[in-house]
């Protein structure tokens, strides 16, 4: 027999399955279909690191028991290639970024293939391909066309050392991550889509089974409210001011409004300000911040007053206007009302600023006296005082009243408001999908035709910065410059790139039907096949990625082009692989390969000790230690199919198997790989002790194959079967053989535990009472002193009261 040679196994195994094909799905045959996907990596110079595993690993295994659950399995995988990594390195060593984005595709299918997994690698995408972004420009056309693409201006990170625009991940902290420079804002053209118009749409998760908490994140991200838009009068000025609020409850409170430094009240007023310099001084320390550092909670609030006063027309009161950062120009209107008494950071201002805090809110504790802390603020409930004719109010109904009173007088409007902002796709680099905009002197802003698809990056780039902040196809001249395709006339391409969100947001509807050359899909095809049944990836994608492949889902559904609303039908997100307590990057230089680990002990060894770290939702810290005993479990289940056929109890045997089946069944649904694994190893520990017969082997080796499917193979070719195992029927469990009816119970004396026996489930009382009087142990104590009460709870307990 011999050890078990696992990486001579596995090779033979990953040999023949790609020269039979066991892996390639005919998705002419849609009955049973079953479309599992993993979210697909990014190519890095790091290759696949042990985070990578830890999300694949399982995903296949379950991809694996689907297909033996008689499901027609189809488990694509591709490459997320564009984006700033392989650029970056571009400019740091000259290498282009298509020959090293190549470069590391082709090693990390090497790393998939050794996995195992069950990859329809004809199917497989590269979003960096020309086959696959010529369509990525084709969906923007769709949108284009929908109305749902517009070009605007719109701030942007900016370093004044490099002279350049930084993405968001190059500004992470407010500096630039070359020369650690303060990155402000500039604002520049820029492209966006009208996500926006979906946001109630993307509210709606009902026919989702996703995680409660990622359906809450998109919930809060998108930020719907309820409120009013109130227009005041300001004094000097013909034109009113707007503010948004959700609490116009609370206006006989307003003292102050305060306006975003960016917005349009201060670029269309800025000439009646009093102070210009000092406003335009703040203006511009405003744009070095981020809108997380304006708005983070306990920050200490700044503002400068414009010499203006808006009119409350409740009160007639005066209200100062001031700019302030704690404002931002894309929430509400730009512009906020300020009621100290009930919004904390609108007290935190007026502390600042000295102005006046009205009370127009008492809580449950019946507090009414000046408000001078925090903790006096009313925010959540109360009842209305110095409100006029809204007091005794609760909040709640008071809200309601208020509304009706201001549009009633014409001074205010109902409205529907979402945080949710529109998606800017615009990239100033060269490594992502061309937009495919042309502009024409005399036509103006022009789509591309589809005909005229892909609009192919150039390859002849100078990558150094110039240091005008200019993306590097604006240097190319062979690629700004063309024809108009409208008149024939001079025209200039569209230089900016498309977010790398864009590529991931339909790649799910590419792999179906990844060979076509003349559509992106066939509807038909997807409409068989899609939604995605099982997509597992991480919880950081919950507002940006899942998002928006379901905007992109919905928009070319409303379109006409797909039958269905929603991408994915379920949801899993895997949990973390950390090192030392920190999540693994290459900055820390705690990034784990799993290739000596395979090389060493094969890839079903590291899968299962990855599973073995803990629930797959879950995570865990990394530690190689464990990985020897999941290896001596391979060797003593190799041994154990291997050894002889001999059982020392039938039905002992029996039944543990249908237990086996039944735990391991439970486990994999709920995606417990590691109590699967877990109870495998139980019973090879009790089959070493009691024997086994071939039936037995047979289907332990089924069981086994969703977690360790080489080792499964090769043991399920020894037990005579010629079929592929993954295409054998997953074991049933005979619910009756899994009854035990015998159970342990405690035996007490005094109410301690003395003793235990074991009985029938139905034993009668005296029967138990009886076998426990015989104990040497208890018979012990019942010598001490005189019975006077015996007591039995069937099932769980015996117990004596003496005296």
């Not at 659950?69 to 290498?95: H, Q």
């Not at 983070?296 to 700044?302: D, I, L, N, V």
């Not at 090769?714 to 009854?739: R, T």
Request: one cysteine or more; hydrophobic letters at 35%; charged letters at 30%.
């Amino acid at each position: 027999m011999g050890n078990y040679q696992a990486r001579k196994i596995e090779q033979k195994w990953q040999k023949v399955w790609k020269a039979t094909g066991l892996h390639k799905v005919d998705l002419s045959d849609s009955g049973k279909k079953y479309y599992s996907l993993v979210m697909f990596p990014y190519p890095s110079g790091d290759k696949l690191h042990v985070g990578h595993w830890y999300n694949f690993g399982p995903a296949d295994s379950w991809a694996r028991y689907m297909r033996m659950r008689g499901r027609n399995v189809f488990e694509p995988m591709g490459f997320d290639s564009f984006g700033l990594p392989a650029e970056n390195y571009a400019i740091k060593t000259g290498v282009h970024p298509r020959e090293s984005t190549a470069k590391n595709v082709s090693y990390m299918v090497g790393q998939l293939s050794e996995m195992g997994a069950m990859y329809d690698w004809d199917k497989a995408v590269t979003t960096s391909d020309l086959s696959y972004y010529k369509w990525t420009q084709w969906v923007f056309l769709q949108l284009y066309k929908r109305e749902l693409a517009y070009k605007k201006n719109a701030p942007v990170n900016w370093c004044p050392s490099c002279q350049t625009v930084l993405a968001n991940e190059q500004a992470q902290d407010g500096t630039c991550e070359r020369c650690k420079s303060e990155v402000e804002h500039k604002d520049l053209s820029q492209w966006f889509f009208k996500i926006r118009d979906y946001a109630e749409s993307l509210l709606d998760h009902s026919d989702l089974d996703w995680p409660e908490k990622t359906k809450a994140m998109q919930k809060n991200w998108i930020g719907k409210s309820m409120g009013i838009d109130i227009s005041y009068d300001v004094e000097g000025v013909s034109d009113k001011i707007s503010v948004y609020t959700t609490r116009p409850d609370t206006n006989f409170g307003a003292t102050f409004v305060v306006v975003a430094p960016e917005s349009e009240c201060v670029k269309k007023n800025s000439d009646k300000f009093e102070d210009k310099d000092a406003i335009a001084a703040y203006i511009h320390e405003a744009g070095k911040k981020t809108d997380i550092e304006r708005i983070a909670e306990g920050r200490k609030k700044t503002g400068v007053f414009t010499g203006l006063h808006a009119l409350n027309p409740l009160t007639d009161k005066k209200m100062p206007i001031y700019v302030s950062d704690f404002v931002l120009a894309h929430v509400g209107t730009g512009c906020v009302v300020g009621v100290p008494g009930s919004d904390i950071r609108d007290f935190e201002f007026a502390r600042e600023k000295e102005l006046e805090i009205i009370r127009v809110v008492v809580g449950s504790d019946g507090d009414e006296s000046e408000i001078i802390k925090p903790e006096q603020v009313q925010e959540e409930e109360g009842k209305m005082i110095n409100s006029e004719f809204l007091d005794g109010m609760d909040i709640h109904k008071a809200t309601e009243a208020i509304m009706d009173h201001m549009e009633e007088k014409g001074w205010g409007k109902r409205v529907t408001n979402y945080k949710l902002r529109d998606w800017l796709i615009s990239r100033q680099r060269y490594w992502g999908a061309p937009i495919p905009i042309v502009y024409c002197e005399k036509c103006g802003e022009v789509p591309v035709p589809e005909e005229d698809l892909p609009v192919e990056l150039p390859m002849d780039i100078e990558f150094k910065l110039k240091g005008d902040g200019k993306s590097p196809l604006y240097h190319s001249e062979s690629f700004r410059n063309c024809k108009c395709p409208t008149c024939g006339g001079d025209a200039e391409r569209e230089v900016d790139t498309m977010d790398t969100f864009m590529c991931s947001s339909w790649y799910f509807l590419r792999y179906p039907c990844s060979k076509m050359t003349d559509k992106p899909f066939d509807k038909d095809v997807l409409d068989k096949w899609l939604p995605v049944d099982m997509y597992i990836g991480g919880p950081e994608h919950a507002c940006m990625h899942l998002l928006y492949a379901r905007f992109v889902t919905m928009a070319l559904h409303d379109m006409g082009h797909i039958g269905f609303k929603e991408p994915f039908k379920r949801l899993v997100h895997q949990g973390m692989v950390t090192k030392d307590g920190a999540k693994m990057s290459k900055s820390k230089g705690n990034v784990v390969s799993p290739d000596e680990f395979v090389e060493k002990y094969g890839s079903d060894v590291f899968r299962m000790y990855l599973m073995f770290m803990g629930p797959f939702t879950d995570g865990g810290d990394w530690n190689d230690k464990g990985i020897t005993g999941i290896a001596r479990f391979v060797e003593r289940f190799w041994s154990v199919v291997n050894g002889e056929e001999k059982v020392s109890d039938n039905n002992l045997l029996t039944k543990n198997l249908h237990k086996l089946i039944k735990r391991i069944t439970e486990d994999i649904e709920k995606m417990h790989f590691n109590t699967a694994v877990a109870a495998l190893m139980e019973f090879i520990n009790f089959v070493m002790k009691n024997g086994i017969d071939k039936p037995a082997k047979k289907v332990m080796v089924q069981l086994i194959e969703p977690l360790a499917p080489h080792l499964a193979e090769e043991c399920w070719e020894i037990l005579g079967e010629k079929c592929n195992i993954v295409d054998s029927e997953w074991p049933s469990f005979d619910a009756k053989l899994i009854i035990d009816d015998r159970v342990k119970i405690g035996v007490q004396v005094n109410g301690k535990i003395r003793g235990e026996i074991e009985i029938s489930k139905d034993a009668k009382q005296d029967e138990v009472v009886k076998m426990a009087q015989e104990l040497p142990n208890i018979q012990k104590y019942l010598l001490e002193g005189k019975v006077v009460k015996e007591i039995y709870v069937p099932g769980k307990i015996v117990g004596f009261v003496i005296k």
